[in-house]
């Protein structure tokens, strides 16, 4: 094996070995032994109301033959545009069963974005919430879909809490015409109870079974194929890298089922081995706190934004968090500052944990890389999983750079991707087979390696700023910004300029009860002067009451771009293009 790449897991790392055995049978099937072996315990919870896995179980065999009821074979797609809630689960299973292709979109997402997602996937059937339809129903002249299937929150919950969401949220819904055609939750589950035919397929872990979606590496929306054996193998690193876990061990699933995050660390890798999901369809930090005190959860994932908010709630003063085993964070790149406030907040509230930073890719179903329990380096997002192998090469080549130094990150192991759904440029580009005869993803992403196998992630190659010559990279600045006692959390971003290509521009949300005055403007630059090289400068900065973000919680370091070059162009902010 080539010099930059380390057997993980190996060096002064305890019980965590380095290659595992992983199952050959499908995602289902994983639940399903579960639900064999701990039929009793809770697999997920959802506004109070608990479920065993072998209720769970039953309801993903009902929903299986309900699938078959209105013609659904092995192989066909269907969209899956809902939050984390019960019908969610159920049907991402019972999809898996019948040997379907679970298409994961956001709920949230335009009518032309789901447009997009059912043409680029072929499904040909959707489920989604009563309160989305109204987007079904303005596209469904554009695609071709067989059923639209209609869930409703009411439906998954005990009847004291169902009355009290009629009267709330229930209210706000527009109302499906009687006439519309879809079908009901209720209707296509009594469908089911009337097949009595042949509904389990044959499924092989190799089969394709997800679809994702990613701007990938040059940042167009593709459909990313994932096969049983990618989530599988996931949930068995997951819970090798985490020794200390076991069945019954609660997870605040709050990451959307839409994100590899969500639906492979919080969803699958816990109902793979016995764990039970608390299951939040729509949050705040305020919420999350919330429930997080409530369940005594031991096992928290989410964004560094979600952290940052944490930090600044009344709620959590006097909050006793020594239930909690893992508190993980991902999706986006967690500055150092950030770290050190919030593990110093968990340590002051009986937490005996850190948070344990992890990076991955879409294009590997989500995390491949944790920070140890027991052995963090400040700034590295840790060591690659059990049978994960990382290298860093010389953007657009194969060509590995020595240890320390920044180049792009590539991967691979039992979680690549079996690739991008129509376009085999992209695939060409991203998954190559190098001369060890692995397969390896091209991330798109910079970072190092040290000797001792760390990864230290640097940026997003396509957000490096070029700036006359010099590569700068927004995370270093940020880390430099947030470790200022006034500031709450910073953006850097490039902006065109004719002389030196790119300008560095911050945009900064201060603490709260810090004025936005030009005074402190000078302060932070004065700061910045003696912290960051001079071609690294920021030529401005712009305070900011909130930071804007993507859809799961991701800072959108595009939007600021944007908005920056509507006004070179002297148009409204606001006319920018979406953020993807």
Same mark, same amino acid.
């Given at each position: 094996?080539?010099?930059?790449?380390?057997?993980?897991?190996?060096?002064?790392?305890?019980?965590?070995?380095?290659?595992?055995?992983?199952?050959?049978?499908?995602?289902?099937?994983?639940?399903? !032994?579960?639900?064999?072996?701990?039929?009793? #315990?809770?697999?997920?919870?959802?506004?109070?109301?608990?479920?065993?896995?072998?209720?769970? $179980?039953?309801?993903? =065999?009902?929903?299986?033959?309900?699938?078959? +009821?209105?013609?659904?074979?092995?192989?066909?797609?269907?969209?899956?545009?809902?939050?984390?809630?019960?019908?969610?689960?159920?049907?991402?299973?019972?999809?898996?069963?019948?040997?379907?292709?679970?298409?994961?979109?956001?709920? #949230?997402?335009?009518? !032309?974005?789901?447009?997009?997602?059912?043409?680029?996937?072929?499904?040909?059937?959707?489920?989604?919430?009563?309160?989305?339809?109204? %987007?079904?129903?303005?596209?469904?002249?554009?695609?071709?879909? &067989?059923?639209? @299937?209609?869930?409703?929150?009411?439906?998954?919950?005990?009847?004291?809490?169902?009355?009290?969401?009629?009267?709330?949220?229930?209210?706000?819904?527009?109302?499906?015409?009687?006439?519309?055609? @879809?079908?009901?939750?209720?209707?296509?589950?009594?469908?089911?109870?009337?097949?009595?035919?042949?509904?389990?397929?044959?499924?092989?872990? +190799?089969?394709?079974?997800?679809?994702?979606?990613?701007?990938? *590496?040059?940042?167009?929306?593709?459909?990313?194929?994932?096969?049983?054996?990618?989530?599988?193998?996931?949930?068995?690193?997951?819970?090798?890298?985490?020794?200390?876990?076991?069945?019954?061990?609660?997870?605040?699933?709050?990451?959307?089922?839409?994100?590899?995050?969500?639906?492979?660390?919080?969803?699958?890798?816990?109902?793979?081995?016995?764990? *039970? /999901?608390?299951?939040?369809?729509?949050?705040?930090?305020?919420?999350?706190? %919330?429930?997080?005190?409530?369940?005594?959860?031991?096992?928290?994932?989410?964004?560094?934004?979600?952290?940052?908010?944490?930090?600044? #709630?009344?709620?959590?003063?006097?909050?006793?968090?020594? /239930?909690?085993?893992?508190?993980?964070?991902?999706?986006?790149?967690?500055?150092?500052?950030? !770290?050190?406030?919030?593990?110093?907040?968990?340590?002051?509230? =009986?937490?005996? $944990?850190?948070?344990?930073?992890?990076?991955?890719?879409?294009?590997?179903?989500?995390?491949?890389?944790?920070?140890? +329990? =027991?052995?963090? %380096?400040?700034?590295?997002?840790?060591?690659?999983?059990?049978?994960?192998?990382?290298?860093?090469?010389?953007?657009?080549?194969?060509?590995?750079?020595?240890?320390?130094?920044?180049?792009?990150?590539?991967?691979?192991?039992?979680?690549?991707?079996?690739?991008?759904?129509?376009?085999?440029?992209?695939?060409?580009?991203?998954?190559?087979?190098?001369?060890?005869? #692995?397969?390896?993803?091209?991330?798109?992403?910079?970072?190092?390696? &040290?000797?001792?196998?760390?990864?230290?992630?640097?940026?997003?190659?396509?957000?490096?700023?070029?700036?006359?010559?010099?590569?700068?990279?927004?995370?270093?600045?940020?880390?430099?910004?947030?470790? =200022?006692?006034? $500031?709450?959390?910073?953006?850097?971003?490039?902006?065109?300029?004719?002389?030196?290509?790119?300008?560095?521009?911050?945009?900064?949300?201060?603490?709260?009860?810090?004025?936005?005055?030009?005074?402190?403007?000078?302060?932070?630059?004065?700061?910045?002067?003696?912290?960051?090289?001079?071609?690294?400068?920021?030529?401005?900065?712009?305070?900011?009451?909130?930071?804007? %973000?993507?859809?799961?919680?991701?800072?959108?370091?595009?939007?600021?771009?944007?908005?920056?070059?509507? !006004?070179?162009?002297?148009?409204?902010? +606001?006319?920018?293009?979406?953020?993807?």
């Amino acid at each position: 094996m080539s010099v930059n790449v380390k057997t993980p897991w190996i060096k002064n790392l305890g019980d965590v070995p380095a290659t595992l055995t992983y199952p050959d049978w499908s995602m289902c099937e994983a639940v399903e !032994k579960m639900a064999e072996k701990y039929p009793n #315990l809770t697999a997920y919870v959802f506004m109070g109301r608990k479920t065993t896995y072998r209720t769970l $179980v039953q309801e993903i =065999h009902l929903c299986a033959r309900a699938l078959k +009821s209105v013609g659904i074979r092995a192989g066909d797609r269907i969209t899956v545009a809902m939050p984390n809630c019960p019908q969610t689960v159920i049907m991402f299973y019972a999809i898996n069963l019948v040997g379907a292709i679970a298409n994961m979109v956001h709920p #949230l997402s335009s009518e !032309k974005e789901i447009e997009f997602f059912l043409k680029e996937s072929g499904s040909i059937s959707a489920i989604t919430l009563d309160q989305f339809y109204h %987007k079904f129903e303005a596209i469904r002249q554009n695609v071709d879909l &067989d059923n639209i @299937i209609i869930a409703s929150i009411k439906d998954a919950l005990s009847q004291p809490i169902k009355t009290g969401y009629m009267l709330t949220e229930g209210r706000k819904q527009k109302k499906i015409p009687n006439d519309a055609p @879809i079908l009901r939750w209720n209707e296509f589950l009594r469908r089911g109870r009337t097949y009595h035919w042949k509904y389990r397929a044959q499924v092989q872990a +190799s089969d394709p079974a997800v679809i994702l979606y990613s701007g990938g *590496t040059t940042g167009t929306t593709k459909g990313i194929l994932l096969s049983n054996r990618n989530f599988n193998a996931l949930a068995c690193q997951i819970v090798a890298t985490n020794p200390f876990f076991r069945p019954g061990d609660k997870m605040l699933a709050v990451m959307p089922m839409f994100h590899g995050f969500g639906l492979g660390v919080s969803i699958h890798s816990m109902l793979a081995n016995g764990g *039970t /999901c608390i299951l939040v369809p729509r949050f705040t930090a305020e919420s999350y706190a %919330k429930l997080l005190l409530k369940y005594r959860c031991n096992l928290i994932a989410g964004v560094p934004t979600l952290y940052e908010a944490l930090l600044r #709630l009344p709620k959590m003063k006097n909050a006793d968090l020594s /239930c909690l085993k893992g508190v993980y964070s991902g999706g986006d790149s967690l500055s150092v500052e950030l !770290k050190k406030r919030f593990d110093k907040f968990l340590y002051d509230h =009986h937490a005996t $944990v850190q948070v344990r930073e992890g990076y991955g890719t879409t294009e590997c179903v989500t995390a491949s890389c944790l920070t140890p +329990s =027991h052995m963090a %380096k400040e700034g590295s997002i840790g060591l690659p999983f059990p049978d994960t192998y990382y290298k860093i090469v010389k953007p657009g080549t194969q060509e590995e750079v020595p240890y320390g130094e920044v180049g792009e990150i590539c991967l691979a192991g039992p979680t690549v991707m079996l690739g991008y759904i129509g376009h085999p440029e992209e695939n060409a580009q991203t998954l190559q087979t190098h001369p060890d005869g #692995l397969t390896w993803v091209h991330t798109g992403d910079l970072g190092t390696m &040290d000797d001792d196998g760390f990864i230290y992630f640097k940026q997003r190659l396509k957000r490096m700023i070029v700036t006359s010559g010099y590569n700068v990279y927004p995370s270093q600045l940020e880390n430099v910004f947030d470790a =200022h006692e006034m $500031v709450q959390m910073s953006c850097v971003i490039g902006v065109p300029d004719p002389l030196k290509m790119q300008k560095v521009k911050a945009f900064i949300m201060l603490k709260p009860g810090v004025a936005p005055t030009e005074e402190n403007k000078q302060i932070l630059m004065a700061y910045a002067r003696k912290n960051i090289a001079k071609y690294a400068m920021p030529y401005d900065i712009e305070f900011r009451e909130n930071l804007p %973000k993507t859809m799961v919680g991701k800072v959108a370091y595009r939007v600021l771009e944007e908005e920056e070059l509507a !006004k070179m162009a002297g148009n409204d902010p +606001s006319a920018a293009p979406e953020e993807k």
